[in-house]
Nanobody
Framework: QVQLVESGGGLVQAGGSLRLSCAAS????????MGWFRQAPGKEREFVAT??????STLYADSVKGRFTISRDKNTVTLHMNNLKPEDTAVYYC????????????????WGQGTQVTVSS
């Protein structure tokens, strides 16, 4: 059974940094793409970044490009977030799907429980 467990959220001031981790278990992930999404109160779930496990090919939302970096190592996917802004406040979710990365949440098969990120102004 696939399990994705996020950690690393918290409260940070604008301009600060956080590192989110997603521990993946339950099967080999070499054929998977991993994604990070976020959801703010009253808003739809929003794509943040994705990485293809085998190639480390990445894709970012325009809103985070240049500030966030997604990486993977062993069974962990990490989202490094720099220069955080109040509009980055949301619950951040890790997700997994086979093969290619995608911006679309409905294409992902497995989801973590989420971790809260709050950026104060």
């Amino acid at each position: 059974q696939v399990q994705l467990v996020e950690s690393g959220g918290g409260l940070v001031q604008a301009g600060g940094s956080l590192r989110l981790s997603c521990a993946a278990s339950g099967r080999p992930f070499s054929n998977y793409a991993m994604g990070w999404f976020r959801q703010a109160p009253g808003k739809e779930r929003e794509f943040v970044a994705t990485i293809v496990w085998s190639s480390s090919s990445t894709l970012y939302a325009d809103s985070v490009k240049g500030r966030f970096t997604i990486s993977r190592d062993k069974n962990t996917v990490t989202l490094h977030m720099n220069n955080l802004k109040p509009e980055d406040t949301a619950v951040y979710y890790c997700a997994a799907k086979l093969y290619r990365g995608s911006r679309y949440a409905n294409e992902y098969d497995y989801w973590g429980q989420g971790t809260q990120v709050t950026v104060s102004s």
